[in-house]
């Protein structure tokens, strides 16, 4: 029987990484794993799994994936991760996609909060949407 590897790049297979917590199986334990399986819901398309792990100080009231051309996600790579205290908690990552043929990145630094026992992505600054290879600012 064939795996199906995350597309969060872990190293696991989706059934056994990002699978259970978009499914509502089970709950991030880290703020790098919600970090991960929202990277997986954006590659999925996966709206309703991205607004119910956003804080709800920060969520926007829809979030329309349907771009056209739809980006078509090729990689994740984690630059780093820091947890000042037990309830906050950042990731920075490298995310790289296709739009029309056209490869670029986006580079976020995020923040993350955990209130009762779950992690909610709260919002983050942006260096992205760059082509590879142009100047980055």
């Known amino acids: ?10 190293g ?12 509502g199986e089970s709950t991030a334990a880290t703020a790098e794993a919600l970090m991960r399986s929202r990277y997986t819901a954006f ?11 956003w804080h709800d100080s920060t969520r926007p009231a ?7 051309p739809a980006p078509k996600w090729i990689g994740l790579k984690v630059l780093s991760r820091g947890q000042p205290d037990g309830n906050n908690a950042q990731v920075e990552f490298l995310a790289r996609y ?5 490869a670029r990145r986006l580079h976020e630094n995020s923040r993350f909060v955990r209130e009762d026992g779950l992690w909610y992505y709260v919002d983050g600054d942006i260096d992205g949407g760059t ?7």
């Open 1 to 10: 029987m064939k795996t199906t590897p995350c597309p969060c790049e872990s």
């Open 12 to 23: 696991l297979p989706f059934a056994r990484c990002c699978g259970p917590l978009l499914a």
């Open 43 to 53: 590659t999925r398309r996966d709206a309703a799994y991205l607004l119910r792990t």
């Open 62 to 68: 829809t979030l329309d994936l349907d771009e056209d």
């Open 98 to 102: 296709r739009v029309g043929g056209r």
């Open 131 to 137: 082509a590879e290879g142009e100047a980055r600012q």
